[in-house]
């Protein structure tokens, strides 16, 4: 089982640039695939990036895609992702996700354990 808190939300200015952090505890994280997920207001959680468990595989939703990058240290059993070029539609709660299957996954029912989010808001 592993626990993990996301950090590095905030307010930013459209244009701006956050990186955020997925801490994880307990197992080590390299036993995972990590995936990041968002939910804007009134919105359903939608996908937004993964990485496998060496970090050499990595996948985007489209409208992240050279904005967005997700890596990891597993030595340090931490994931990020560094949002750049923000935009008000990015404005979500972003969670970190661990899946324990093999392979990465896109979908929030591919992953077994979930981060308590943390808020990012985006102004124009």
């Known amino acids: 089982q592993v626990q993990l808190v996301e950090s590095g939300g905030g307010l930013v200015q459209a244009g701006g640039s956050l990186r955020l952090s997925c801490a994880a505890s307990g197992r080590t994280s390299s036993s995972y695939a990590m995936g990041w997920f968002r939910q804007g207001p009134g919105k359903e959680r939608e996908f937004v990036a993964t990485?496998?468990?060496?970090?050499?595989?990595?996948y985007y939703r489209e409208s992240v895609k050279g904005r967005f990058i997700i890596s990891r240290d597993n030595a340090k059993n931490t994931v990020y992702l560094q949002m750049n070029s923000l935009k008000p539609e990015d404005t979500a709660v972003y969670y970190c996700?661990?899946?324990?299957?093999?392979?990465?996954?896109?979908?929030?029912?591919?992953?077994?354990?979930w981060g308590q989010g943390t808020q990012v808001t985006v102004s124009s």
């Open positions: 996700a661990a899946r324990s299957n093999y392979g990465m996954g896109y979908d929030h029912h591919d992953y077994n354990y």
């Open positions: 990485i496998s468990r060496s970090g050499t595989g990595k």
